[in-house]
């Protein structure tokens, strides 16, 4: 079975969440005999790539963009040719990727889409109406564009309103060049809602990731019985270095493993262990990058430390390197403002015994209710307050390490569900499974 993986961030070049799924996905579909391939679709900008495993196609910079003309002639090729694929797993969406999706849908070739994000159907990229509140995830024109130019011009919501209301009568006619992305906010998103709907409504399965991105699919006209619920895993193998700290009396340490951006609240984090007097108390903030536009916020994060010695910054490491970092925490803190997926540090940490305190923005929310504690408000001092009180219980005697009734699903688990659902919808397409010794191993 020839199985391609549809992708704007490529597994190798980047290495962000969705390139760890699509990577460890693909590992465990190999051991079942699946053929994979992927088919990054790279901007202008994206660095370039020699590796035989990726099929590279051109996409627009931004996915409400037009897509480059040459989109649909070569993927037309593509799938007419010999090389063409059982079936399209899309992993991000665009206009550039429903060009794919329309085209395989013409060469009865079907596919599915893994929600990872929700970017995909928030302009913003947060699923926060104005910044804050969480939303219903429906791709509507003005709403969504109101919100949109409220974040850039960073202005109260009645200005995003204005400038919404006067993007749908001055965008019609902007014709395209630089000025469109300024000017034609609600015409595109309008265009960008039709384009969600007749993708998901195509979509032979729509995997859902994220327990609260089932209603935000079904919003967005993904069809009930094609939705299924299926988190990510830990990655195999993925177990602690060392003995973990959680059984250690001298020093309580308390983690925060992720990117160091906005939206993962670690800067209400920092702020809320300054309230935390226990001179036993540690904060290790692992991710710290140096990259231009990270720059701002990293300043920001150091200014809010300020002399505190019990604050330290760990730069970033590559993933084979975290089952040592999660050895030395006592508790993990995921102070998430916007909506994740799991996050999988949610997942690796309650894998390997850590305690999970959280904000109530996690994908896996019913894994935080019976394993860990939700900090709500997510401020910092509601922060400071749920850790006072985790230092005390650690002082005491009383911190514990997490019991799992039942393990983390792995990602080989996830393969193998993946595998059986590729299996049913080209079943249920009438198209015949290709083994890979058929394929001839290719």
């Given amino acids: 079975m020839k199985i391609a993986h549809i992708t704007a961030y490529c597994p190798g070049v980047s290495t962000g969440g969705t390139e760890r799924y699509i990577s460890d996905l693909i590992t465990g579909l190999e051991r079942r005999g699946v053929d994979n391939r992927v088919v990054w679709l790279a901007s202008p900008f994206d660095p370039p790539t020699e590796r035989a495993s990726i099929m590279r196609l051109p996409r627009a910079p931004m996915r409400v963009d037009d897509p480059p003309p040459e989109l649909a002639a070569r993927t037309r090729e593509w799938l007419q040719s010999l090389d063409r694929p059982d079936l399209l797993h899309f992993h991000t969406l665009g206009r550039s990727e429903a060009v794919l999706a329309t085209a395989a849908g013409a060469n009865a070739i079907p596919y599915v889409f893994t929600f990872h994000s929700p970017a995909w159907t ?77 993708f998901l409504a195509a979509c032979a399965r729509s995997i859902a990731c994220a327990e609260w991105s089932i209603p935000v699919l079904t919003a967005n006209g993904a069809r009930p019985e094609t939705i299924l619920h299926m988190p990510q895993g830990v990655p195999e193998g993925f177990a602690p270095a060392t003995v973990s700290a959680n059984n250690n009396r001298e020093v309580f340490v308390v983690g925060y493993i992720g990117r160091m951006h906005e939206v993962k609240g670690v800067h209400i984090l920092i702020e809320g262990f300054r309230h935390v007097r226990s001179p036993r108390a540690r904060l290790r903030v692992h991710g710290w990058s140096d990259a231009p536009e990270l720059r701002s916020y990293g300043e920001r994060l150091k200014r809010l430390a300020g002399d505190d010695p019990r604050i330290e910054f760990v730069p970033e490491q590559p993933p084979a390197s975290m089952p040592a970092a999660y050895a030395q925490l006592s508790l993990l803190a995921i102070p998430s403002v916007w909506l994740e997926t799991g996050p999988l540090t949610l997942l690796e940490a309650l894998h390997v015994g850590v305690p999970v305190y959280a904000s109530a923005r996690m994908g896996q929310r019913s894994l935080l209710d019976r394993y860990g504690r939700l900090v709500d408000p997510n401020t910092p001092a509601a922060w400071g307050a749920a850790l006072t009180q985790a230092c005390e219980m650690f002082e005491r005697g009383e911190w514990k390490p997490v019991e799992l009734q039942e393990p983390i699903p792995s990602m080989s688990t996830v393969a193998a569900r993946m595998d059986d659902v590729y299996r049913e919808v080209c079943s249920a397409t009438m198209r015949p499974v290709r083994s890979s010794a058929a394929d001839g191993g290719a």
């Avoid at 939303?135 to 202005?155: F, M």
């Fill in 122 to 198: 928030c302009r913003r990229e947060t699923l926060l109406r104005w910044g804050g509140a969480v939303c219903d995830g429906e791709v509507r024109a003005l709403r969504c564009a109101a919100c949109k130019v409220q974040e850039r011009l960073e202005s109260p919501p009645w200005i995003g309103w204005l400038g919404a209301l006067a993007s749908a009568v001055a965008g019609p006619v902007v014709p395209p060049g630089p000025w469109r992305r300024r000017l034609a906010f609600t015409p595109d998103t309008a265009r960008y809602r039709r384009v969600v709907r007749s």
